[in-house]
């Protein structure tokens, strides 16, 4: 006889000390459609794919040592998945289409439950189609708050993006996958902004101290930022805590993917010029995000911010003796590829082109069946990134941090995207403690795409 759910909850009921049997709901993160002005308000609002509604989608937050449980509903009507980008995540709750999930179809959902092992900046973002599907709008930022937060009157997240939208519909231009955005520099949108805004503004009062945590979330723009108003030290790179908080005195970098956590002073008077600017094409300084200065805080300008405390387990045990791997980065317009492995075969450029592939990581097209490498758990791994292309490329390793490590043996802070410039040679080198299958890939979406997307195996 088959039990009714009456039945099995009466049968409960009966039993002494029975805890009742709760629906156990999870938090719902919906993919669907949405209308966002994302342009000023004399353009018309933009279709954007959303989370929630939103663009960017709502800010997860959550403390360094909880489990992370959202139900992921797909209301679009294209397949998709989310990746956590930055998370030292269960290979299974990576989110990659092809790799550790199938893409979740239209009207299915998906549930990701997870460890958040580290405090610090992460953001989230479909990884199905993503260069198409991050630029319509799906991410958002996933912040990990340490359990002693530093000392800070606010703590701010700047998503900061740029949109490619037709000035006369709103819409977002087509052209996802032309092969002329492909072999170049990737999607440039016409229009950047933060948190969804193209004026995103806030106010602070002079001498507070804000925390800035800042995050590129754009398919392809290198972002040059630089600070007006306000006097600031970085703190962290990409999630991961600086040994020292270094003083921002320069032009700040900021490639796709990579986030950049400031503690910002505003030394701006009431009524003068602060914020963040950036780099326009024109080699002008842009307001990005502004701050308004309104009155002065209570507290005398402050000391130097202590470091943020260090994630666990983030050591690079002896680099030296690691076996040194190659992969140049190959390809492009300029530079194109004679030939390299796609589906299983050795091909010529004619027909890589004719299937939209520009570009390969180690003489290798998009995902093959064999990874890139084999690294066995706790084995430290060294790559040396050669790019051979006339572009630069934010390289990004899933699953696991790592350090750059210069020719003088050297190690760089902990990141997990590294920007290599053409012409140049980057090593990175990490502990590989985390057993699965890990995308290594070009963060600019298209070159993704477009062949720039190998893989490693951690067993
Ligand atoms: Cu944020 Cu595979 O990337
Ligand atoms: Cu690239």
């Given at each position: 006889m088959r039990m009714t759910r009456r039945g099995f909850c009466a049968g409960l009921a009966l039993l002494p000390l029975a805890r009742p049997a709760v629906a156990q709901t999870m938090p719902l993160l919906t993919a669907q459609e949405a209308m966002v002005q994302l342009a000023p308000d004399t353009y018309p609002a933009t279709p954007v794919w959303s989370y929630d509604g939103a663009v960017p989608g709502p800010v997860i937050r959550a403390a360094q040592g909880d489990r992370l449980e959202r139900r992921l509903v797909n209301d679009l009507n294209v397949p998709t998945s989310i990746h956590w980008h930055g998370i030292r995540i269960d290979n299974a709750m990576d989110g990659v289409a092809g790799l550790t999930q199938d893409p979740v179809p239209p009207g299915h959902s998906f549930?990701?439950?997870?460890?958040?092992?580290?405090?610090?900046?992460?953001?989230?973002?479909?990884?199905?189609?993503?260069?198409?599907?991050?630029?319509?709008?799906?991410?958002?930022?996933?912040?990990?708050?340490?359990?002693?937060p530093p000392d800070v009157d606010r703590d701010e997240v700047l998503m900061i993006d740029d949109w490619l939208i037709d000035p006369d519909t709103g819409r977002f231009a087509d052209g996802f996958a032309a092969p002329m955005t492909l072999s170049h520099g990737?999607?440039?949108?016409?229009?950047?902004?933060?948190?969804?805004?193209?004026?995103?503004?806030?106010?602070?009062?002079?001498?507070?101290?804000?925390?800035?945590?800042?995050?590129?979330?754009?398919?392809?723009?290198?972002?040059?930022?630089?600070?007006?108003?306000?006097?600031?030290?970085?703190?962290?790179?990409?999630?991961?805590?600086?040994?020292?908080?270094g003083p921002v005195t320069d032009t700040l970098v900021l490639a796709p993917a990579q986030r950049i956590d400031l503690i910002v002073d505003v030394t701006a008077e009431e009524g003068a010029a602060a914020g963040l600017l950036f780099a326009a094409a024109d080699d002008t300084w842009r307001a990005l995000a502004e701050i308004t200065v309104a009155g002065r805080s209570a507290t005398a300008s402050r000391d130097m911010p202590a470091p943020l405390p260090p994630n666990p387990r983030m050591e690079v045990g002896s680099p030296e003796t690691a076996r040194l791997r190659d992969m140049p980065l190959q390809g492009g317009a300029m530079r194109g590829l004679e030939r390299a492995r796609f589906r299983g075969r050795v091909t010529a450029w004619q027909e890589l082109v004719r299937n939209g592939r520009f570009w390969a990581l180690a003489r290798q097209v998009g995902l093959g069946e064999t990874p890139f490498a084999t690294l066995s758990r706790g084995e430290t791994a060294r790559i040396r990134m050669t790019n051979d292309t006339i572009f630069p490329h934010a390289m990004h390793l899933h699953g696991m941090h790592f350090r750059t490590r210069n020719e003088d043996g050297a190690l760089g802070p902990l990141r997990d995207t590294v920007l290599v410039m053409p012409n140049e040679t980057t090593e990175i080198a990490f502990v590989a403690h985390n057993p699965g299958k890990w995308l290594l890939h070009c963060h600019m979406l298209g070159h993704a795409a477009s062949g720039m997307t190998n893989w490693i195996m951690v067993s």
């Open positions: 549930d990701y439950a997870f460890d958040l092992p580290d405090a610090g900046t992460y953001w989230y973002h479909a990884h199905t189609n993503s260069m198409e599907q991050v630029a319509r709008g799906l991410s958002g930022a996933l912040i990990v708050e340490e359990t002693t990737g999607r440039i949108g016409n229009l950047v902004g933060v948190n969804g805004r193209y004026d995103y503004s806030l106010s602070a009062r002079q001498n507070e101290r804000l925390r800035l945590r800042l995050i590129n979330s754009a398919n392809a723009r290198i972002f040059g930022l630089r600070l007006e108003g306000l006097r600031g030290w970085a703190v962290a790179l990409d999630g991961m805590p600086l040994a020292e908080p």
